[in-house]
């Protein structure tokens, strides 16, 4: 039914920049708070940036000044710019997004396969 699915990732030398995206598709009648979430292999599921319907937007001290979410209404898209990129970046980043689909009571959260990111000293 709804999918996420993102791209953009890569590999960058560190102070490089990257431009995640992550595309919706399935049956949405809208969408609640969107957000990017990164794991490193033998560490758990970090916040990166969250925003929210509205624009409103949050951000760890790790990526804080360096990272930036948005999102395009229009196109059930978010994306997330990230500058100045340092080795300790490096890591599969996941989509996520609060959904509302037809006929369905509340949100529900959807996950993106993830994309890798990785970032060379």
């Known amino acids: 039914q709804v999918q996420l699915v993102e791209s953009g990732g890569g590999l960058v030398q560190a102070g490089g920049s990257l431009r995640l995206s992550c595309a919706t598709s399935g049956s949405i009648d809208s969408i609640n708070v969107m957000g990017w979430y990164r794991q490193a292999p033998g560490k758990q599921r970090d916040l990166v940036a969250i925003i929210s319907s509205g624009g409103s937007t949050n951000y760890p001290d790790s990526v804080k000044g360096r990272f930036t979410i948005s999102r395009d209404n229009a196109k059930n898209t978010v994306y997330l710019q990230m500058n100045s990129l340092k080795p300790e970046d490096t890591a599969v980043y996941y989509c996520?997004?609060?959904?509302?689909?037809?006929?369905?009571?509340?949100?529900?959260?959807?996950w993106g396969q993830g994309t890798l990111v990785t970032v060379s000293s």
């Open positions: 996520n997004a609060e959904v509302r689909v037809p006929r369905s009571y509340g949100y529900l959260e959807v």
